[in-house]
């Protein structure tokens, strides 16, 4: 794969400013960030919010998520920008994207455009408030999508650019889906589109790490829409039925997306498996358990 450098001047001037003039204890605060704003997180958070709480916010955040981490990935791939440390000397990788792994092993750390952690962000930032036209919570929102962004940028992982062109990526990501979503009557059509073209892209993009995204995307279309013609669940009516389905999730969490990929071993496939299928299970095979566990089913 053909690798590629190119900045402006002002990123680099910009990342050993941050470098050299915050504190210790701000880049542990950006770590934890970076522990914290990851996809496995974060697709908990929108299953939770879909199963427990609101399941048209959760649809929506989750398909947001997905379709901006396949287009994510596929130009990250295809670009094959090198990160901010990997090209300037003085820039230190404070913490690097995959920390258990060398952060010159670029098939384990990715690459640096776009920001997925910005990416992210502005999903769980700004997905809600944006399909809700809420104008205060946006505001909010953007000061965290800035920290995030910020975090990236300070840590050395990544060049400003990457960060806007993340924020950038999943905003329009957001306000697209949010015309089409609630307007189409046949949402089926708008998940097996995503699917389609999800598979499309590998044609181009024929990387596992892309492959992996396209798992997860497919796994959360088909979810929605074996979910919306043979199960049909509502939201809970008592705080009783939304601790009862949380607590459930929780415990379906974690032996599909921790235990059982442990026991299997970290390869490819298992990865694949568990965006795919496991996603699917959560989507639409765990909402039929909750004729039974809800107090008023």
């Known amino acids: 794969m053909l690798e590629t ?42 299953i939770s919010v879909y199963l427990a709480y609101n399941k048209d916010w959760g649809k929506f955040t989750l398909l947001s998520l997905g379709v901006a981490g396949v287009c994510c990935e596929f130009i990250k791939i295809t670009v094959a920008r090198l990160r901010p440390y990997a090209v300037a000397d003085k820039i230190k990788c404070i913490y690097a994207n995959a920390p258990d792994h060398n952060p010159f092993d670029f098939k384990a750390q990715g690459y640096s455009l776009p920001s997925g952690h910005s990416m992210m962000a502005t999903n769980l930032f700004l997905a809600i408030p944006i399909c809700l036209k ?26 400003p650019t990457d960060t806007i062109a993340g924020f950038l990526i999943a905003l329009v990501i957001i306000l697209g ?29 024929p990387d596992i790490g ?29 705080r009783r039925d939304a601790i ?21 071993g970290k390869t490819a496939l298992v990865d694949c498996i568990k965006y795919s299928l496991f996603t699917f299970i959560m989507l639409a095979v765990y909402p039929l ?6 107090r008023d089913g």
């Open 210 to 238: 892309y492959i992996k995204y396209v798992a997860l995307v497919s796994g959360i279309s088909l979810g929605f829409l074996v979910e919306e013609k043979y199960v049909n669940f509502e939201n809970p009516k008592s």
């Open 134 to 159: 809420k104008i205060p919570y946006v505001a909010i929102g953007l000061i965290g999508v800035l920290i995030v962004a910020l975090s990236r940028v300070g840590l050395g992982v990544h060049f």
């Open 5 to 46: 450098v190119f900045y402006f001047p002002w990123e680099v001037s910009l990342i050993l400013f941050l470098q050299s003039s915050l504190p210790d204890f701000v880049f542990g605060f950006f770590k934890i960030i970076s522990e914290v704003v990851s996809k496995n997180v974060l697709a908990f958070i929108f």
């Open 177 to 205: 889906l949010s015309r089409i979503y609630d307007k189409t009557e046949y949402r089926n059509y708008l998940y097996l589109a995503v699917v389609a073209l999800s598979l499309l892209g590998i044609v181009f993009c």
């Open 244 to 264: 009862v389905r949380f607590a459930g999730a929780i415990v379906l969490f974690i032996l599909l997306f921790v235990l059982i990929p442990k026991l299997a």
């Open 289 to 294: 358990a909750f004729k039974k566990i809800d």
